[in-house]
């Protein structure tokens, strides 16, 4: 079975994100490690001042979906509109929670309402940077 997970990258504050998207799906962090945590053999292939960033962190949203990511330690550009990752909730309350959540602090792009192709649905950059497509429709569920 083929699985798709997205990966994050940020730019010092992955620990933050993280923790931000832990509460917003009401998920579980599976995994957080830091760089200072790697085996001593391969300590050489990341810089000491990269010690206390994410290595790599997963988080479980529900059963079947993860989101995972890391702080890079190489050159970082913020990705500007190449993607979003997409929810698609059971209940109109959870879009508008999720997406209420989403926007703190962020840009809405497109105010969550009814549109041609859904009955809830809107766009948003959260506040490190990630665009979100949140929809909810009773015809899909």
């Known amino acids: 079975m083929l699985t798709l997970n997205p990966y994050l990258v940020f730019k010092d504050n992955c620990e933050d994100a993280f923790n931000f998207y832990k509460v917003v799906f009401d ?4 995994f957080m490690g830091r760089y200072k945590d790697v085996p001593q053999e391969h300590r050489q292939l990341f810089p000491a001042s990269a010690d206390e960033q994410i290595m790599h962190t997963t988080l ?6 993860t989101i ?13 509109d190449n993607f979003y990752l997409y929810i698609s ?32 649905y809107g766009m948003v950059t959260d506040k490190f940077g990630i665009n979100w497509k949140v929809t909810f429709d009773p015809g899909n569920t």
């Not at 998920?27 to 599976?30: D, H, P, Q, R």
């Not at 479980?60 to 979906?65: A, F, G, L, P, S």
């Not at 508008?96 to 009955?119: E, R």
């Open 27 to 30: 998920g579980i962090i599976l």
């Open 89 to 120: 909730t059971e209940t109109q309350d959870e879009a508008y929670h999720i997406f209420n959540a989403l926007a703190a602090d962020g840009k809405i792009i497109m105010p969550i309402s009814q549109t041609f192709w859904s009955t809830h």
């Open 60 to 65: 479980q949203i529900n059963i079947n979906t």
């Open 68 to 80: 995972m990511g890391c702080d890079s330690v190489e050159t970082y550009e913020p990705s500007k």
